[in-house]
């Protein structure tokens, strides 16, 4: 079968709209399973400082030994708040349309929601001036948020991700390169249903994208995402 008729396939397997919230619930679920055991390590401390707190209080109280724990304690609270808080944002729905959009701003967002996740990766970004273009920008936020998330979980620790943001012609360009193994051809890669990027791929073409696989310049995969410009 060619790939064109493999790719006739994901309105046929489910409804373009479920398509869209599968992909939310994948990203929130995969980015709280990577920040859960940071999670439980904050709240670990919260716990064990606040302890330490109460014995403290119970002696002769030492003011300078207390505010020290205390802030122990709330910075592993924020940081436990953070990760919680962007798990939830990327469970949101947002408002369905499109429009168009600021395709660097949205790429920024979804770099900043995955701040947590990438952090033990080097993230080269390569963003030039791009016009406007066409996409649902809550669908376009979370397929990025998708492709970084695959280039995450493929990418050794201190490994390289290379994001790149340019105009090419009548479209503006969003490249995603990571490190990681390849074990299947790029052109299996998108027809595997219900993967990330199987999702990915019907979520952008559902607002008029492309996205593409291809290997990359060294090593690991290259995604490309074009989006027509305004």
Not at 39 to 61: H, I, K
Not at 106 to 119: H, I, K, N, T
Not at 177 to 192: C, I, K
Request: net charge negative; glycine share 6%.
């Amino acid at each position: 079968m060619s790939s064109a008729g493999r790719w006739a396939a994901p309105e046929a397997v489910l409804p373009q709209s479920e398509v869209a919230e599968l992909q939310r619930h994948v990203n929130a679920g995969r980015l709280a399973a990577a920040v859960s055991h940071e999670v439980m390590s904050a709240l670990g401390v919260v716990q064990t400082e606040l302890g330490f707190l109460c014995d403290l209080m119970d002696g002769p109280l030492r003011l300078e030994q207390a505010r020290e724990v205390a802030d122990d304690a709330r910075a592993a609270m924020s940081r436990a708040v953070q990760r919680v808080a962007a798990v939830i944002s990327l469970a949101r729905a947002r408002p369905v349309g499109v429009a168009a959009v600021d395709v660097k701003e949205a790429l920024g967002a979804a770099l900043f929601e995955l701040d947590c996740r990438l952090s033990a990766h080097s993230v080269v970004r390569d963003f030039q001036s791009v016009p406007l273009a066409m996409a649902d920008r809550g669908g376009l936020l979370q397929t990025l948020v998708s492709l970084l998330l695959d280039a995450a979980d493929t990418t050794p620790v201190r490994g390289r991700i290379a994001v790149s943001l340019r105009a090419e012609g009548t479209q503006v360009l969003v490249t995603i390169e990571d490190q990681g193994p390849l074990p299947l051809a790029p052109d299996v890669v998108t027809e595997r249903i219900h993967t990330p990027v199987w999702i990915s791929r019907s979520v952008a073409h559902s607002f008029g994208g492309e996205l593409t696989v291809s290997y990359g310049p060294i090593s690991g995969r290259r995604v490309s995402l074009r989006l027509p410009a305004v």
